[in-house]
């Protein structure tokens, strides 16, 4: 059901129909493969009719290209991810590869924490980064980057407790 600032159906279905070739075509030069360019194009008008928005305003080009770039950056960011992943994967030994159902777990599980850590503020990840990956103290960290040390017992806790919640709303 729309919310009262959401644009109508009617809207919608006119900026699909007036744009949708537009952008797929913008998204293919942008990502140079149509079957992505497909599913970002999808991907973006499932967000403009979830978004709560009063209108296109007098260009919704320009509101579809706002947020078919977010896409793209997110796109991109797991294709690194991805890429990153079957990189190590291609240096393990015969026995030691995962299956193709692994991967797929594995890969999901990956892109979850991409995006809870994606969703922090960048001072909160990157001190839960230097802990968890670099395997600093938090007095370290605390010199490191000139804050107190409670400041790095917060925000390790904001970024625990994130991690926590996106595990359990994955959790069966």
Do not use: N
């Amino acid at each position: 059901m729309p919310t009262p600032d959401s644009l109508s159906a009617d809207t919608v279905t006119k900026i699909y129909r007036d744009h949708h070739g537009w952008l797929s075509g913008w998204l293919r030069r942008k990502l140079g493969s149509s079957f992505d360019a497909a599913d970002l194009a999808h991907d973006t008008f499932v967000r403009l009719m979830a978004g709560r928005r009063q209108g296109a305003g007098a260009e919704p080009r320009a509101l579809l290209t706002h947020i078919a770039k977010g896409l793209v950056v997110d796109h991109w960011r797991r294709r690194a991810l991805e890429d990153a992943y079957l990189a190590v994967v291609a240096q393990l030994p015969a026995p030691e590869v995962p299956s193709p159902e692994a991967r797929a777990l594995i890969l999901e599980t990956l892109r979850a924490i991409d995006a809870t850590l994606q969703a922090l503020p960048a001072r909160t990840r990157e001190i839960f980064l230097m802990s968890q990956f670099d395997g600093m103290g938090y007095d370290d960290i605390a010199r490191r980057l000139d804050v107190s040390l409670s400041t790095v017992k917060r925000r390790m806790q904001a970024a625990l407790t994130a991690c926590l919640i996106a595990y359990q709303a994955d959790a069966p």
